[in-house]
C-alpha cells in the first residue's frame, strides 16, 4: 500500500514537472559573440535539443531574397550541411522543408513579418521531413546579420518548461508576508488606540483610520464591486486610465505610511521647521518626496515588462498593508458575510461568465490581463507570437506581478508573469486584520487568533497553486482562502470558549469610540471562563 502511494505521488510529481512547449531558442554566435532569439517550432513534428550543449552547431545561410518553394536557382553545393533562413509566404512549411531537406540543408529556418505560429501539415508529411523547422521573426534575423557578419554560426535547442516555477514560491512569500504585517500592524494600531483611549487620547472617530461595515454596507459595497468590474469589462478603454490615475495617488500615499510607520518605529527624528507660521517635517518631505517618484516612474514605465513589475509590486504591497491597517471588520459575522459574498462574486466572475461571453473569456480574467494585451497567445498546442513590434496594452495594476524564471524561451518571446490578485490579499487579509485586533482585545499574549489564521491564509494559498498546477488553468484564489480562513477562525474561537465575542466583536459603532478590553486589564487569554490554554 505504501508502495502505492509513493508511486502516484511521484507520478503526479513527474507530470506537473515539465510541459512541452512549442517556443525554443536560436543561438546565434560568430565564435567570440553571442545572442539568443526566439523561434517558434512544433514539438511533435521536428523535436529540438533540450540543451546548448547537446544542439549540433551549423553555418547559416542567408536565402531572405527567395521563399524556396522549388529549388530553381538554388545550387545543392551551397546549402549542404548548412543552415537556411528564407522569407515565409507562397507555398506550405512543409513544402518549403522538403525542397530544403532535398538541396541537403541540416536547419530550416523561416522569417516573418507577421505572426510567428506552429508549423504544421498534414499527417502524411510529417513523415516526410526530418530536419528542424521553426519560425523567426525577420527583423531578429536583420539584427543579428550586421553584428555577426558572414560567419554566423547558429543552434537550435528547446529547454522544457517547468510548471513548478520559482516564481510560485516568490509570489506565495509576497502574499502570506503582506497578510500577516498588515494583520500586525492593525493589531498594533488598535493596540495604540486602547491605550490613548485610556489616557484620553485621540479616540477612533477622530482618528479617521476606522470604517464599521454593517451587513447591508458590505452587501452594497459588493454589489458596487460587481458593477465596476461589469463597467470595465465594457468600457476598459476609458477607465483603466482612471485607475492607473487613482493607483498613482492611492499607492504613494500607502507608501508614505508605511514608510513613515517605519521612520516612527526605528525611532529616526522628524527635523521640523517653520516658515510663515506652517511647520514642516523634513522627514515627511523627504518621504512624499521619494514616494511620489515611485509612482510616477511606474506611471511612466508602467509597460516595461523588464523591470517595471517590481515597483508595482511594491507599490502593491505599500497599498495592501495601508487597506488592512485602515479597514476595519467590526465582527466576525461582518467577516463572514463579506468574504462570503465575495467567494460567490470571484467563483461567478470566473467561473460562470464565460458561458455569457463572446470569445468565452470569464470577466475577472479579461479585465485582469486588458481585451487588448499582446504578447504571446495560445489557442491549445498553436502558438502565436507577433513578429512585430505591439503597441502597449494598458492594464488594470490591480495585481501582483512575478516573471516565470524558468521560462527562458517563452521569455525571450514574450514576457511571462505569474500573478495574483490584490483582492486574494486584501480580502482574507481583513479577517486576518480582525483576529490580531480580537487578540488585543482579550490580551492575547501568544496571538492565537492571527497566527492560526495567517497559517490557514498560507495553506490556502498553498491548495490553490497546487490545483491551479495539477488543473494547467487559473483558479479564483478565494475559493479556497475564504474556507480555510473562516473556518480555522470559527473553530479556535469555539474550541477556546469564545465563539460568542469572537462574533459579536466590538460593541461600539463608528460614532462611539468608548469601548473596554472584553477581558479585564492585566487578565490573560490563560483563563478565559474557565478554559485552561
Known amino acids: 500500500m505504501e508502495r502505492a502511494v509513493r508511486f502516484i505521488i511521484l507520478s503526479v510529481i513527474f507530470s506537473v514537472s515539465q510541459i512541452n512547449c512549442q517556443e525554443a531558442v536560436l543561438h546565434v554566435s560568430n565564435g567570440s559573440t553571442y545572442k539568443e532569439y526566439c523561434i517558434v517550432y512544433n514539438h511533435s513534428w521536428t523535436p529540438l535539443s533540450q540543451t546548448l550543449d547537446a544542439a549540433l552547431q551549423y553555418p547559416l545561410v542567408n536565402m531572405t531574397g527567395t521563399v524556396l518553394c522549388n529549388n530553381s536557382g538554388v545550387s545543392p ?46 499527417d502524411s508529411e510529417y513523415t516526410q521531413i526530418h530536419i528542424p523547422l521553426a519560425l523567426m521573426r525577420y527583423r531578429d534575423f536583420l539584427e543579428a546579420q550586421p553584428e555577426f557578419g558572414e560567419g554566423m554560426q547558429v543552434k537550435l535547442y528547446a529547454p522544457p518548461h517547468p510548471k513548478i516555477d520559482a516564481s510560485i514560491a516568490v509570489m506565495l512569500l509576497i502574499a502570506i508576508v503582506t497578510v500577516a504585517l498588515g494583520g500586525f500592524w492593525s493589531g498594533a494600531c488598535e493596540r495604540g488606540r486602547l491605550n490613548a483611549d485610556g489616557g484620553g487620547g485621540e479616540s477612533k472617530a477622530d482618528s479617521g483610520e476606522l470604517f464599521l461595515y454593517s451587513p447591508l454596507k458590505v452587501v452594497i459595497f459588493v454589489a458596487l464591486m ?102 476595519s471588520l467590526s465582527n466576525f459575522k461582518i467577516c463572514v458575510i463579506l468574504l462570503s459574498l465575495l467567494l460567490v462574486y470571484d467563483v461567478f466572475f470566473v467561473f460562470i461568465t464565460p458561458f455569457f461571453t463572446k470569445n468565452g473569456v470569464s470577466i475577472m480574467v479579461q479585465v485582469a490581463l486588458g481585451p487588448d494585451a499582446s504578447g504571446e497567445k495560445t489557442h491549445g498546442n498553436m502558438v502565436e507570437v507577433p513578429a512585430e513590434p505591439q503597441a502597449p496594452s494598458e492594464k488594470l495594476p490591480v495585481v501582483m506581478r512575478v516573471p516565470r524564471f524558468s521560462a527562458w524561451a517563452q521569455n525571450l518571446c514574450g514576457m511571462q508573469f505569474s500573478i495574483l490578485g490584490y483582492g486574494d490579499i486584501i480580502i482574507p487579509g481583513l479577517l486576518v486584520a480582525y483576529c490580531s485586533r480580537f487578540d488585543v482585545w482579550i490580551n492575547s499574549s501568544r496571538k492565537i487568533y492571527f497566527v492560526c489564521c495567517c497559517i490557514a491564509y498560507l495553506l490556502g494559498m498553498i491548495v490553490t497553486f497546487a490545483v491551479m498546477l495539477l488543473s494547467g488553468m487559473g483558479q479564483p484564489a478565494l475559493l479556497y482562502l475564504v474556507p480555510f480562513t473562516l473556518i480555522t477562525s470559527a473553530v479556535v474561537a469555539g474550541c477556546r470558549g469564545e465563539m460568542r465575542q469572537f462574533w459579536a466583536g466590538t460593541t461600539y459603532e463608528v460614532l462611539d469610540s468608548s469601548r473596554e478590553p472584553l477581558l479585564a486589564e492585566g487578565k490573560t487569554d490563560c483563563s478565559v471562563e474557565g478554559q485552561i490554554c
Open 77 to 122: 553545393d551551397v546549402v549542404k550541411g548548412k543552415a537556411l533562413v528564407v522569407m515565409r509566404g507562397d507555398c506550405d512549411f512543409s513544402q518549403k522543408a522538403l525542397v530544403a531537406q532535398n538541396l541537403g540543408a541540416t536547419t530550416l529556418l523561416i522569417a516573418t513579418n507577421t505572426l510567428l505560429i506552429t508549423p504544421s501539415a498534414n
Open 226 to 327: 460587481c458593477g465596476m468590474l461589469v463597467l470595465m469589462y465594457f468600457f476598459y478603454n476609458v477607465l483603466v486610465y482612471v485607475i492607473i490615475a487613482i493607483f498613482c495617488l492611492a499607492s504613494a500615499s500607502a507608501l508614505f505610511s508605511c514608510l513613515d510607520a517605519v521612520m516612527e518605529k526605528i525611532g529616526c527624528g522628524t527635523g521640523s521647521f517653520s516658515i510663515r507660521s506652517y511647520n514642516f517635517s523634513v522627514r515627511s518631505l523627504i518621504l512624499a518626496a521619494v514616494c511620489i517618484s515611485i509612482a510616477v516612474v511606474w506611471g511612466v514605465y508602467r509597460n516595461e515588462d523588464s523591470w517595471i513589475w517590481i515597483l508595482q509590486d511594491l507599490l502593491g504591497v505599500a497599498f495592501c498593508l495601508n487597506f488592512m491597517k485602515t479597514i
